[in-house]
């Protein structure tokens, strides 16, 4: 058994954290108060791979797979989880099930944009009733022949705004039992009818893009369906176990900023004559941050070398998930605390922390439902 990154992986982190550090931490807190990630950034993640770092190579992308793509997400997310989130879901929500479930016409007509950035990825899945419970989606694609009519309405789409493409899943039969009607379809975003609504007004992760998307009267062709007709819940599902290790890696990325930031103020805030580091109450925060992040790094470890191996991953996904957030907001709240008031203004980045990590509790996958997850895995 062998825990280093081998030299590949190493090199990987390596370019990361230099643009994370060089590029993201300057712009992270300009990215949180304007509300959206600066467009050279998404050059610069294009000159690095990054957007096509699990494309295949016969499309002009590294050709990586789940631990590459969490080795560098945690470094992104410990410098601007907004550009954090923005890269994993275009990897992870729409690019690993183009490269699993599509044709070669779709791989060939789709990858080699997504590879440089030129078209970014969006995932469609929520809707205003169907969030947890997502095989209750009501959003409908009727026969047309040779296209389908879709009409309805997705929430909560990461990446909406500058999307070129989205992967939107439909209901294409209205008598079969909820996820057994359900299709996946490729939607370019310039299709007549698609249009990008409201943009959310996030607590955190301010700098990524979070819309409405209506589709009325959307013709689809059928060549864009994703997978088989009618099993679109499974591409869904096996997207979420992918995605939900970099929503995993984000929150071991926050969480590392945390400490970070944690260590440097506890070793300059002087109180009662000397450091605070030198209070145990202070130590044994920092001690069961670092503890926390070491096992939550082992667990997305883990679950992304699962997927990587094509075996099944859905419960290791899942235990990375709950693990990892939870940690994330613990590390944000204990950091906040060493802070003290002076963290709870934005004259610190923590504040932004705090707020972003809140997030990975919530999406690809509510802390409940990875509960629900685990749970039913041990007991089948
Ligand atoms: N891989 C492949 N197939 C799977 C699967 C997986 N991991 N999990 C389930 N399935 C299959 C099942 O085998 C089953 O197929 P059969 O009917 O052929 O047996 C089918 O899918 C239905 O499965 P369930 O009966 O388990 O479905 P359910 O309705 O009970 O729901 C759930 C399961 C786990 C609760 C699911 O609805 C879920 O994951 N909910 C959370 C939704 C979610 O994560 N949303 C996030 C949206 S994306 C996001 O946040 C975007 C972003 O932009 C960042």
């Known amino acids: 058994m062998d825990f280093e990154l081998n030299e590949d992986l190493r090199l990987i982190r390596d370019m990361a954290r230099e643009f994370a550090e060089k590029e993201l931490m300057p712009r992270a807190t300009g990215h949180d108060r304007n509300g ?36 560098v997400l945690e470094e ?25 479930f599509g044709t070669d016409a779709q791989k060939e007509r789709y990858f080699p944009k997504l590879a440089t950035g ?28 040779d296209s389908f009519l879709v009409n309805g309405e997705k929430v909560w789409v990461t990446n909406a705004a500058w999307a070129g493409l989205f992967l ?10 909820r996820a057994k009607g359900i299709s996946a379809l490729l939607v370019p975003s310039d299709t007549p009818g698609l249009t990008v609504e409201k943009a959310e007004k996030k607590c955190g992760i301010r ?9 009325s009267d959307v013709l689809v062709p059928k060549d864009a369906l994703l997978g088989e007709l009618n099993g679109g819940f499974q591409v869904a599902m096996d997207t979420l176990d992918g995605g939900r290790i970099g929503i995993a890696s984000q929150a071991v990325g926050i969480g590392r900023a945390c400490l970070e930031a944690s260590i440097k103020y506890s070793k300059e805030r002087e109180q009662f004559n000397q450091p605070i580091g030198n209070f145990q109450a202070i130590q044994w925060k920092l001690a069961d941050m670092s503890t926390r992040l070491e096992a939550s790094r082992m667990l997305v470890r883990q679950a992304a070398w699962t997927r990587d191996r094509g075996a099944p991953c859905t419960q290791e996904s899942a235990q990375a998930k709950l693990f990892a957030s939870r940690t994330a907001n613990f ?6 605390q060493i802070h003290g008031g002076a963290g709870y203004t934005d004259d610190f980045h923590v504040e932004r922390l705090f707020r972003d990590a809140r997030i990975t509790e919530i999406y690809e996958g509510a802390t409940d439902i990875q509960r629900l997850i685990i749970a039913r895995k041990l007991l089948a």
């Open 207 to 215: 700098g990524s893009a979070t819309n409405v998307v209506q589709f």
């Open 331 to 336: 590390c944000a709240d204990e950091c906040l």
């Open 118 to 145: 030129e078209t970014i990825g969006a995932y469609c899945l929520t809707e205003a009733n169907a969030g947890s419970d997502a095989a209750s989606l009501r959003c409908r694609a009727e026969d047309k022949g």
């Open 36 to 71: 959206t990630i600066d467009p050279e950034v998404f050059e610069k993640i294009g000159e690095l791979g990054f957007w096509g770092l699990t494309t295949p190579e016969e499309y002009g992308g590294a050709g990586m797979g789940s631990v590459a793509l969490s080795v």
């Open 76 to 100: 992104l997310n410990r410098a601007c989880a907004s550009t954090g989130v923005t890269v994993s879901v275009h990897n992870s929500l729409l690019g690993t099930p183009l490269g699993k």
């Open 168 to 177: 939107v899943y439909v209901r294409t039969d209205e008598n079969a039992s």
